[in-house]
């Protein structure tokens, strides 16, 4: 019965009543015979005494148990029930269960308090009588929420038959074919008769409730479900066309339109609506087939008028080309896809040769052409000329093209022309190629032969005035030669003299007279060679980084002396903000200020001024223009001589300029470096008052930070310079020269010894940090030394060039030779330095980028004393380095020749071993015939440091010779320069 009552998903209200009206009246009744048991039990028994009550009292109070009984009851039925509400009231029917049952619990507990025991039975039915009072209230609670439930689902439906019911009416006045679906199931709910015929039922109701599937073919139907899932998807209507079958198979075209809606219920729902379009597809097709019929009649006719127009032109043309054709021998046309050609006009120099009308072949014809009468010097390139793809590219950039050449007819040589015109301008095809030409044929000769007189005669002036130059260039480097050898002599006796402490003072101030003599006649010879690169045009402006405040302070230094000694007031100012480096030709830069400012000073009488003022200009590009503005108290300028004043060999007052020393080419020169540094010059002048220069140029800006690292780098003490000449007095001048800087130089009498002493000091790894070369040399030159010194310490050692010829014609040559930078004799310190210091730091970057990483380079160390391999091998594999260690000659050869090529990366050879030194092991691994065998490195350890055991070291094959005890820095710098990076 239990189960029976509690199965099924639902009850009653009936059934909750029964449910919880009989355990709480049986409860009811239950306090009632307990409170009476235990006052019966009060009055009889001892009040003392909680253990006198005896067996009877503890039954009563054990009945109170029951209660549990409730909650038993509303667990068991949570399981059975499925609905929200059901479980709500069992909760709430749980939780005032448990009241009571905690109640009976406490009472039966405290049944030994006697003063409160009669009332205790009292106060439990009240809380059982309140519980009950709030269960009831809440079940019909429950029962209201029922029924407002059940009035909302019966309105509901009552809303939704309404809705059916305009949809359908809906539907049923359309004009089109209309149906409603139910969007997750796909199931009819109503259309109208028109969808029914075209769905084959009698009436809408024979529609309702089917699928697509339960009325059209399999295809037909997927169709309809696509469709639907495509409408679903989307938010607006989904509107297509589509060629879809009815029920019958009948072909059918529609015009449909879905949309989604959700009725009442909150069902989603699709409304479709289709319009047969089947007849409007029909008329719409015949519409556009006689549309193609009309726009295919129109083309026609417009052909037909194009074809008429072009005609009229072809014969427009023909008129044109007659009436052109009296300059041409013969006009032909050519068609270059098809290789077809016309005749125009007929060539009547040529026998047999084609008539008007008739049609060739054109590259075949024109070569036989070629081949019969064209002179062979000009064959070749005129066979080249007239190729179809040679004249399409011409004619691309030219509307005409034309080739002169000789022929040979009847014994008579003479020119004609070729010449291609489109017949249609590239502009005017899509390819913007031409296809097809027009060739004439002219008679050029006396044009031709009267232009060749003409070219001849420009081209021997041109030769004439080229060997006129050069002839001049050559003149003047041999005179500048000639003068310059006996003056290298003339400066570097006087400066021996001038050193030697036996020359008394009287002396010393005519060889101080001889030298200020000699040097300006050396600034005269270089102004000379200046002006001769400027006229040939052989003068280079560099775009290097260079130090403007250093160049500043060097024209300073020289202005500021000759100001002291001429007793002028000498000034320079900077207005505003200048950079430390720009990027330019800072010698012509220093040049042009020294000859402007040296002007000032030559001509401004005692007592006067001359002020220097810098001023940066626009920044534009990565460009800073600079104005430079020299002003004096000078004698000045006429008017009239203004305009000469840059002409070369230009001077207003002879005499005066003669009695300064002038030469003037200066201002000449000047401001053609000016010009060449893309800058202008300009000059104001008032006789007697002073004059004004204004200069100015442009420089690349420079992202040069300045720093000390250069100065510190370059230690003059430190140096080691070798000086190469075939003259004695050159080699003491330079050592003289030099030493006023602090620098100690080593002499080499001959390339050949020279080469000697780089070789040990390179083996050593000691090498030379500057070379200067005389280029004029008895067996081997300059560039000859330097290719032969390359050869040894390859390019990290500046090399630089003296000579007292001019360098134009060999700079080419001697910088593939690998020199560096050239310096003109006499020599001076300043240029040496300020040469040295740009080609030391471009070397050191090549050098820093060069040096190998030693990291895990394997390298064999071949050593006999076992303490000396455990120092190298520590100071080895202090850097990472892999170390293989044989104990004599034999077995460092074995062990190379036993790993494969490439496995070591150099190998350090002590020279004294037993069984088989460290030279014969050399020499029998470089006679070994594998790749690697010439190209390791091979590096000398030993004590023997003399100049025949390095010599011995390196004809033997070594690359380097280090003496012990060996530098551990040294061998890192042999090993990062020989392995290669």
């Known amino acids: 019965m239990f189960a029976k009552h509690f199965s099924g998903s639902k009850l009653n209200s009936r059934s909750w009543n029964i449910l919880f009206a009989l355990p709480w009246l049986f409860n009811l009744v239950l306090v009632l015979l307990t409170m009476c048991g235990a006052n019966i039990l009060w009055t009889i028994g001892n009040a003392s005494s909680r253990y006198s009550r005896g067996p ?14 409730v909650p038993v009851v509303a667990i068991l039925y949570l399981i059975f029930t499925r609905t929200g509400a059901e479980r709500k009231t069992l909760y709430i029917t749980l939780g005032f269960s448990i009241i009571p049952a905690l109640g009976v619990f406490i009472y039966t507990m405290w049944i030994s308090v006697d003063a409160i025991y009669p009332f205790q039975p009292c106060c439990f039915f009240i809380g059982v009588m309140f519980a009950y009072i709030l269960l009831l209230s809440e079940v019909h609670k429950e029962r209201e929420n029922e029924n407002i439930r059940l009035i909302q689902e019966a309105k509901a439906a009552k809303q939704l038959a309404d809705l059916m019911g305009s949809v359908g009416a809906l539907l049923t006045n359309m004009p089109a074919m209309s149906f409603s679906k139910d969007a997750k199931t796909g199931e009819y709910l109503a259309c109208n008769q028109a969808f029914a015929e075209y769905a084959h039922k009698e009436s809408p109701e024979g529609v309702v409730g089917l699928t697509d599937h339960e009325i059209f073919d399999q295809a037909t139907a997927d169709h309809f479900v696509e469709d639907d899932k495509k409408a679903i998807a989307m938010k607006e209507p989904y509107i297509f066309f589509e060629d879809v079958p009815d029920a019958a198979g009948l072909p059918r075209s529609l015009q449909t339109t879905k ?30 087939e006689a549309r193609t019929k009309q726009h295919e009649l129109d083309e026609k006719l417009a052909l037909h008028e194009k074809l008429l127009a072009q005609e009229k032109s ?26 077809d050609g016309e005749c125009y006009q007929s060539h009547s120099g040529i026998s047999g040769g084609f008539r008007v009308g008739d049609k060739f072949k054109y590259l075949s014809a024109v070569t036989a052409y070629a081949k019969q009468y064209i002179c062979e010097p000009y064959l070749e390139e ?23 050449y000789m022929v040979k007819r009847g014994g008579k040589e003479m020119y004609e022309t070729v010449r291609f015109a489109g017949v249609r301008h590239p502009e005017d095809r899509d390819d913007q190629l031409v296809h097809a030409v027009s060739a004439c044929f002219t008679d050029t000769d006396a044009e031709t032969r009267k232009s060749l007189e003409q070219s001849q005669a420009l081209s021997d002036a041109l030769t004439a005035a080229k060997q006129a130059s050069k002839a001049k260039t050559t003149f003047l480097s041999n005179m500048s030669h000639e003068i310059r050898t006996p003056m290298n002599a003339i400066i570097g006796l006087n400066n021996i003299a001038l050193h030697d402490e036996e ?28 002006m001769s690169r400027i006229e040939s045009g052989r003068m280079v402006i560099k775009n290097e980084e260079f130090s403007f405040s250093r160049t500043l302070e060097q024209v300073n230094t020289i202005i500021s002396g000759q100001c002291r000694d001429k007793g002028l007031h000498y000034e320079c100012r900077i207005n505003g903000k200048i950079d ?30 001359v002020t220097f003022t810098i001023e940066e200009g626009q920044r534009f590009d990565k460009k800073a223009t600079l ?47 000016v010009e060449l540094m893309n800058g202008h010059i300009d000059v104001e002048s008032e006789k007697g008052v002073g004059s004004t220069f204004i200069v100015t140029l442009t420089l690349g800006e420079s992202d040069h930070v300045e720093s000390n690292s250069e100065e510190t780098t370059i230690d003059p003490h430190k140096m080691a310079v070798l000086v190469i000449d075939d003259d004695p007095i050159a080699l003491e001048h330079a050592k003289i020269t030099l030493s006023k800087v602090k620098i100690n130089c080593e002499t080499a009498l001959s390339g050949k010894e020279a080469v000697d002493m780089i070789q040990i000091r390179h083996a050593r790894n000691d090498d030379y940090h500057l070379i200067l070369v005389d280029w004029k040399m008895p067996e081997m030159d300059g560039i000859e030394t330097t290719r032969a010194i390359r050869k040894i310490v390859g390019d990290h050692t500046p090399i630089i060039i ?10 080419d040559e001697a910088k593939k030779a690998g020199v560096d930078s050239f310096v003109a004799k006499p020599l001076f310190a300043g240029n040496v330095m300020d040469e040295f210091k740009a080609a030391f730091k471009a070397k050191n970057e090549i050098l820093l980028a060069s040096k190998a990483d030693l990291k895990g380079r394997r390298i064999l160390l071949a050593e006999d004393v076992a303490i000396n391999a455990e120092i190298m091998l520590m100071i080895l594999t202090s850097e990472e380095m892999k170390v293989d260690v044989a104990e004599n000659g034999q077995i460092a050869l074995d062990k190379f020749k036993d790993n494969p090529i490439g496995y070591y990366d150099a190998i350090l050879m002590d020279m004294r071993m037993p069984v088989m030194d460290g030279l014969e092991a050399t020499r029998k691994i470089r006679s070994l015939d594998r790749e690697d065998s010439k190209t390791i490195p091979i590096i000398a350890l030993t004590a023997n440091a003399f100049d025949e055991d390095v010599q011995r070291s390196l004809q033997a094959g070594l690359n380097a010779h280090l003496s012990k005890p060996v530098d551990a820095k040294a061998l890192f710098e042999t090993l990062e320069t020989l392995i290669p990076y």
């Not at 009877?56 to 009984?69: A, E, G, H, R």
């Not at 480096?581 to 009488?605: C, H, P, S, W």
């Not at 108290?633 to 005499?655: C, N, R, W």
């Open 56 to 69: 009877l009292f503890s039954l009563f109070s054990n009945l109170n148990l029951f209660y549990y009984f």
């Open 259 to 288: 949309l989604t809606f959700n009725d009442t219920s909150g069902r989603l729902c699709l409304l479709g609506m289709c319009v047969d379009v089947t007849e409007i597809s029909k008329a719409k097709e015949a519409e556009a």
């Open 314 to 339: 072809r014969e427009q043309q023909m008129r044109l080309i007659t009436a052109l054709a009296s300059d041409y021998w013969s006009v032909y046309y050519i068609d270059l896809d098809l290789d």
């Open 382 to 404: 005129f066979l080249d000329f007239i190729q179809p793809q040679h004249i399409k590219e011409g004619l691309k950039d030219q509307r005409v093209i034309s080739y002169t």
């Open 503 to 530: 020359v008394n003072e009287k002396s010393k101030d005519y060889f101080m007279k001889i030298d200020a003599s000699a040097k300006h006649l050396l600034s005269i010879i270089n102004d000379i060679l200046d």
């Open 580 to 609: 430390d480096f720009y990027v330019g030709d800072d010698m012509k830069l220093r040049q042009v200020m020294i000859n402007i400012l040296g002007n000032a000073v030559k001509f401004t009488e005692p007592g006067g001024s």
């Open 627 to 673: 104005r430079f503005t020299i002003k004096d108290t000078g004698i000045g300028m006429s008017k009239e001589y203004l305009p000469h004043i840059f002409d070369a060999f230009s001077q207003e007052v002879s005499s005066y300029s003669n009695a300064l020393g002038s030469t003037g080419l200066g201002m000449a020169i000047t401001k053609n470096i």
């Open 802 to 811: 003296l000579t007292s010829y001019s360098w134009d014609d060999i700079a």
